[in-house]
């Protein structure tokens, strides 16, 4: 920042003038008035290093849950630090409420247990496809034997059937699950909306009504997931690739994904998950997780609906030496998706006065939205904006 300007911002806030702070996700307003020195000699600090995080941001979910009135400096701090990781990194870790850990615990130990006694071969019905037309529409289990990966797919409104149209009995705590997380993804889409400078629940017209009307089926979905089973027949002949040193390595068919999710939130049991950062480089997510963190990256939904100012993570799973564990890796993932039925489009920004380019300018139907292909090259190609955010500690935490 040049020398001009933090003077300038510095003198303000000694003057006691309102200040603003922006970058491409982050507004922050800040009056002199009540401010206690502390504050005050920590946005000295912030104008004058303009720091970046130099990992992964952390936040907790009860920061991040607004309230009447004026924004908090816990509320201040947790959307800036979101905003900066979502910027740098397109993903954020966040720590639930301790029962709410607790349940996703519960949960990743049951989903071992269900795809432990599974049969080790694969209906065809049950492969998965990559139908586009289905997307809101699965539910129940599906293998995909080219990725290693098995999942199950909790979808309120639907019941799954096997094949044989015999009931299926899912992994435990599903309902409870879905609802945790779900209520999590809608407000961690809210601090995103805030730092956006948009109105508060800008896109929840949208998004699934709460609760679901009688006979209406959930767009969003919580996918139970299993990756390297060792037991998963067939899969041996589809993507490994062995080390000189031993480890095993999956590299999916598509080397990067992107999910057409507005938020997705993600709980494994063991590491694996990377996401290109704002350098391109691929950077490991999960490798230091709290029992009650989860990972938290936005999708192409909401790419679209801010008209490209939310990146969606280009993610893809490594998993290395599972040799012995005889239940792989296996994860909780919930998507929280748009209505197939609503139109995305760009006029919540242009009402926040936000430039949208002419590629987002024109409205689109969610579920022709979710069929059409995506180019990467297009999706990818970020401009190398300046942006500032609050000092940080050792541990990489805000420090105000």
């Known amino acids: 920042m040049p020398d001009l300007i933090i003077s300038g911002v510095i003198g303000a806030i000694l003057k006691g003038y309102h200040i603003m702070f922006a970058t491409e996700l982050n507004i922050i307003c800040i009056s002199r008035s009540g401010l206690c020195s502390s504050v005050i000699a920590g946005l000295e600090c912030f104008a004058m290093t303009g720091t970046v995080l130099p990992t992964l941001g952390r936040v907790k979910l009860t920061d991040l849950i607004s309230s009447e009135g004026l924004a908090s400096d816990s509320y201040l701090i947790a959307t800036s630090t979101l905003s900066q990781s979502l910027l740098q990194y397109s993903a954020v870790i966040v720590q639930l409420p301790k029962t709410d850990g607790a349940l996703l615990r519960s949960g990743i130990d049951s989903a071992r247990l269900y795809f432990h006694q599974r049969a080790s071969g694969y209906p065809s019905e049950m492969i998965h496809t990559n139908n586009s037309r289905e997307w809101c529409r699965t539910s129940g289990y599906y293998s995909d034997p080219q990725a290693w990966q098995e999942s199950y797919d909790y979808r309120p409104g639907l019941t799954s059937t096997e094949p044989d149209n015999i009931l299926e009995f899912p992994p435990s705590g599903l309902p409870d699950i879905f609802s945790i997380l779900g209520k999590a993804a809608r407000d961690i889409l809210d601090a995103i909306t805030f730092s956006l400078k948009l109105r508060s629940y800008a896109f929840a017209g949208i998004l699934d009504n709460v609760p679901l009307r009688p006979e209406e089926i959930s767009s969003s979905v919580l996918s139970v997931c299993c990756h390297l089973r060792p037991s998963f027949q067939g899969a041996q002949h589809h993507n490994l690739a062995t080390q000189e040193d031993g480890q095993l390595l999956m590299f999916p068919d598509h080397e990067y994904q992107v999910d057409k999710s507005f938020i997705t939130i993600i709980k494994s049991d063991r590491a694996g998950l990377h996401v290109r950062d704002f350098h ?116 990489g935490k805000p420090v105000i």
């Not at 008209?307 to 280009?314: E, I, K, N």
């Open 280 to 395: 391109g480089r691929m950077v490991l997510l999960d490798g230091e997780l709290g029992p009650q963190e989860v990972i938290v990256y936005p999708g192409l939904a909401l790419y679209q609906a801010s008209a490209g100012a939310v990146s969606p993570a280009l993610h893809r799973i490594e998993t290395g030496n599972l040799h012995g564990h005889m239940y792989g890796r296996c994860s909780l993932a919930f998507k929280l998706m748009p209505k197939s039925l609503a139109i995305l489009c760009s006029s919540e920004m242009s009402a926040a006065g936000r430039v949208v380019e002419p590629q987002f300018q024109l409205p689109i139907q969610v579920d022709e939205f979710m069929q059409r292909s995506h180019s990467m090259d297009q999706l990818f190609t970020r401009n190398n904006f300046q942006h500032y955010n609050f000092p940080t500690s050792q541990d």
